[in-house]
């Protein structure tokens, strides 16, 4: 037994010796790796899908909680785990991150940046988690840092401002590492930033490129906005894009035009704001775009993951990008060349009477933001916000959250100050008509719904679909479920007893399938009843 | 400037009586404005768009509750006001964009309070015999617990608000307070006040205040309604003179100690 025990010991040694260090080659094959959680959409592609079916819709009733890391930090966790050699990657509100033993939970390391005074974060001080390349993990930190921890350690091995905080500029983004690049977005669209995407190379934290999402004079685009508007023309791009190594390019979403609810003063259509675009990985030049809402009113922001899907249309393959965006329309675009292919409404809109054969919004009057208020939907959170989504290969369908719901739209006048709130007034809920929610389930090729299960307020997290034929998903009254990817129906729930933002993974450890979670302020992990 | 704000941040955490702070902001160019703008979004949805109050207090009458001091409103805001909807922002903005809203708040004091004409101690005799309110409502501990407690009303909300939740009790409903009705799948209906609710389950307490709790897929049915469980029929009950009289009563209910 004792020889037993020493030699068990010897072989995870052996196991443990010089892992740590993750390669190009294993971010591309990250859809294969059942043991590992490699980078924030799972895939390139961002599909959030893995092939485990241990736990399976005939038996995930009988899930039951494993560990529990408590992180004794308020805020909201929007966190993507990574998890990799033995070790579980977590990022946490206010510059917080931690390395946990993905056997017991144990803490391993800490890092913490207390956050400078002067950050102007509007929507809580979040961070969405980690990318790696080789042995380091990158993070950006709210003060618009970009950072490179020693992933033994959690040491600082270079730290890079991505902007200045003065301007309005903050980080909230999982970064995507493609090649030997680390790709960021920033945040500050509702304090007159001019958003970009950035690459910095992996070894020094050197910046190779920038894309700005609102183009300077002279720039293709730049006259679609009157004045000097562009300069203060948000387009934030704070969640993470999708790439395609075989087109070389890197997909991401934009947000709202600043400011947000105001659009006098920014006369035109305020490329490239609420939009997709396509980027060649190696320069950053622009391939493609597509607006979604053109001189957007309402904050409908087009950062909703893109993920690449290859779907079949009219007996031709198309490599398609699809997308659930906030102003409750759901679109299919051509991915190799940005081409609109189709749009269906996925919740209730008043602000258009559908998309036209060319993509763009036909607008019902009426529905712009006003000084007394105007009511319209979707909400400002709009019909599908940030929330993961997930394609699941197996039924061939997308997952996404929605919110069913209107708002009140306030417009004013405002003198812009740089640094400071810059929205053109504000949205108000209607307290007496509150929304609710549904995770939907969608084909991608077709947009028609196959499956709707409704929830009484909007569902909170991001979704995971699995080859046991499941879709997880988490609530805001602190339930984290388990439903049949191919009809809704509830299969296993949990309370969590804290509310559920961020977005569950799942990865393979010792011959057993978990499934991961952060819920309340913390990490938790799921698997079949087994000794650990 | 910077280490004076957090001084400042540190004393009104620790001390919200102290008044010592001052607006550094109270003669800025733009600074109001600047509070215009935080205002609609951070306290338009109880205030009114432009401070005319509602679910919250008017904040254009110039006078507040907790103390007409500049550091009085910055400390309310910064902390909440305990025992009321108010939260604290102190987490949420920055020490300059708190003063900007008292900057703002006292650009727009000085509307004439509406006059409460009634007379409060008539007021206080229609509440808890002729409308029996005391039923579902509770005055300094008295009374019943289904209906939310009046026992700062008066700071709450503003008149208008009052006289409109008296005469239409579902125009506006408190936070927290829909009504729930459950059928049990052997024909029982149980209505009441909503304590929780989600997708799963649902807690609720009735007007004789007992408590219930179940799983949506164990019962017949569940029914969220924002409607106030409170008669609408106060319109007729009360001629104007006594309704003016009621408001009184429900406007001087401000947390202090309150004779029956």
Redesign the interface.
């Known amino acids: 037994m004792m020889v037993c025990k020493v030699l068990s010991f010897a072989a995870l040694m052996v196991s443990a010796a010089g892992a740590a260090e993750i390669t190009r080659q294993q971010l591309a094959n990250a859809q294969t790796d059942n043991a590992s959680w490699l980078t924030y959409g799972r895939n390139f592609s961002g599909w959030r899908h893995s092939d485990l079916r241990q736990i399976n819709a005939s038996n995930v009733a009988q899930l039951v909680p494993q560990w529990m890391f408590q992180t004794g930090v308020q805020g909201k966790f929007e966190t993507t785990p990574l998890v990799f050699d033995q070790m579980m990657y977590v990022t946490g509100p206010t510059n917080h991150a931690w390395a946990l033993d993905l056997r017991t939970g144990r803490q391993i390391w800490h890092y913490y940046q207390p956050l400078p005074?002067?950050v102007s974060i509007c929507c809580g001080q979040v961070n969405r988690g980690f990318a790696v390349l080789g042995e380091k993990l990158f993070k950006v930190n709210l003060d618009a840092k970009l950072l490179a921890l020693d992933v033994k350690t959690g040491n600082v091995l270079w730290e890079t401002e991505i902007d200045s905080i003065k301007k309005g500029y903050s980080a909230t983004v999982a970064p995507l590492v493609a090649k030997n690049l680390v790709l960021v977005g920033v945040a500050g669209a509702e304090y007159g930033v001019r958003g970009f995407i950035d690459a910095y190379h992996a070894d020094t934290g050197r910046r190779a490129w920038r894309f700005w999402t609102v183009p300077g004079p002279g720039e293709p685009g730049n006259e679609t906005w009157g004045g000097d508007s562009w300069k203060y023309g948000g387009g934030s791009t704070w969640i993470t894009g999708a790439y395609d190594p075989e087109l070389n390019l890197t997909y991401w979403g934009t947000g709202n035009p600043g400011p947000d609810w105001n659009g006098d003063v920014r006369p035109g259509d305020n490329l490239y704001t609420d939009a997709a675009v396509a980027l060649d990985v190696d320069t950053g030049k622009l391939k493609w775009h597509f607006q979604f809402t053109p001189h957007d009113t309402h904050d409908w922001d087009a950062i909703s993951d893109l993920v690449l899907v290859d779907v079949v249309r009219n007996g031709q393959k198309i490599k398609g990008v699809v997308q659930a965006n906030r102003n409750g329309f759901f679109y299919l675009l051509d991915r190799t060349n940005g081409k609109f292919l189709l749009a269906r409404q996925y919740t209730k809109v008043t602000w258009a009477d559908g998309i036209d054969p060319k993509g763009r919004p036909i607008l019902i009057a009426g529905q712009d933001p006003s000084e007394?208020?105007t009511k319209s939907c979707p909400s400002v959170g709009g019909g599908h916000n940030w929330q993961a989504t997930t394609y699941s290969p197996q039924t061939g369908w997308y997952y996404f959250t929605t919110t069913e719901g209107c708002q009140i739209y306030?417009k004013?006048f405002?003198?812009f100050?740089e640094g400071?709130?810059y929205?053109g007034?504000?949205g108000?809920?209607i307290?007496?008509?509150?929304a609710t929610g549904a995770v939907l389930a969608v084909d991608p090729a077709t947009g028609d719904t196959k499956w709707k299960f409704?929830?009484?307020?909007p569902p909170t997290s991001g979704l995971l679909s699995t080859a046991g034929g499941l879709v997880f998903a988490g609530?805001r009254?602190g339930?984290f479920l388990a439903l049949d990817a191919r009809t809704g129906k509830?299969l296993w729930?949990f309370q969590t007893g804290g509310m559920v933002i961020a977005p569950p993974i799942t990865y393979q450890f010792n011959g057993r399938q978990y499934v991961a979670v952060a819920a309340g302020a913390a990490m938790m992990t799921f698997a079949l009843p087994g000794k650990p | 400037m910077r280490r004076i704000w957090t001084l400042g941040l540190a004393a009104a955490g620790l001390c919200a009586a102290q008044t010592e702070l001052k607006n550094p902001l109270a003669n800025v160019a733009g600074a109001a404005e600047e509070g215009r703008i935080r205002f609609r979004g951070a306290c338009s949805l109880c205030h009114g768009i432009r401070g005319q109050g509602g679910r919250g207090p008017d904040l254009t009458l110039g006078s507040y509750s907790a103390g007409s001091a500049d550091a009085d409103i910055y400390n309310v805001i910064f902390n909440g006001s305990p025992g009321t909807e108010m939260p604290e922002f102190g987490a949420r903005l920055e020490p300059e964009e708190i003063w900007r809203l008292v900057t703002y708040l006292r650009s727009i004091a000085g509307r004439e309070a509406a006059r409460v004409a009634g007379n409060p101690g008539l007021g206080r005799k229609l509440f808890w015999e002729k409308g029996q309110c005391g039923q579902c409502h509770r005055v300094q501990g008295t009374g019943g617990r289904m209906g939310p407690d009046l026992t700062r009303v008066g700071r709450q909300r503003s008149l208008a608000y009052l006289r409109e939740s008296v005469l239409n009790p579902s125009a506006d409903l408190t936070i927290g307070y829909p009504t729930i009705t459950v059928v049990t799948r052997d024909g029982k209906k149980i209505a009441g006040v909503q304590r929780a609710f989600d997708t799963f389950s649902v807690q609720l307490m009735d007007s004789a205040e007992n408590y219930y709790s179940f799983f949506v897929n164990d019962v017949a049915s569940v029914k969220r309604e924002f409607r106030s469980l409170m008669p609408d029929n106060y319109r007729a009950l009360y001629p104007e003179a006594e309704l003016s009289d009621l408001l009184a009563y429900l406007a001087g209910l401000r947390g202090t100690e309150e004779k029956k």
């Open positions: 005074k002067g007394e208020g306030y004013t405002q003198e100050r400071q709130l929205t007034s504000t108000s809920p307290l007496m008509e509150p409704e929830t009484v307020t609530d009254e339930y509830v729930k």
